[in-house]
Nanobody, 129 residues
Framework: QVQLVESGGGLVQPGSSHTLSCAVS????????IGWFRQAPGKEREGVSC????????FYADSVKGRFTISKVNAKDTVYLQMNSLKSEDTAVYYC??????????????????????WGQGTQVTVSS
């Protein structure tokens, strides 16, 4: 079973940049993707971004498009979420998860929690001065 571990959370200033990491026990062969979700207090978990492992196709929520960048380093079995121009509304617990499916499937369904086979434990990001 693929295991995921998030790291990099913390307290950050509004307008600053910060990077989260998702270490995967091993990038699986086949059609998979790694997605980042977040959950703010009192709100539902929402999809933030996703990257396919085969071809590196990336998808973003409108709320982070242009500010966040997702990337992967195959040699390290790690996916990163670079967050720029952080706002207070970005405060949340951030989770990474394993999406099962092709790039065409990810393009349509990456933001649906039910499509994910496993999750990390989450890392807290607090944006505050």
């Amino acid at each position: 079973q693929v295991q995921l571990v998030e790291s990099g959370g913390g307290l950050v200033q509004p307008g600053s940049s910060h990077t989260l990491s998702c270490a995967v026990s091993s990038f699986p062969d086949g059609y998979y993707a790694i997605g980042w979700f977040r959950q703010a207090p009192g709100k539902e978990r929402e999809g933030v971004s996703c990257i396919t492992l085969q071809d590196g196709a990336a998808f973003y929520a409108d709320s982070v498009k242009g500010r966040f960048t997702i990337s992967k380093v195959n040699a390290k079995d790690t996916v990163y979420l670079q967050m720029n121009s952080l706002k207070s509304e970005d405060t949340a617990v951030y989770y990474c998860g394993l999406f099962v499916g092709s790039t065409d499937r990810a393009k349509v369904l990456w933001s649906k929690e039910i499509e994910y086979a496993s999750w990390g434990q989450g890392t807290q990001v607090t944006v505050s001065s």
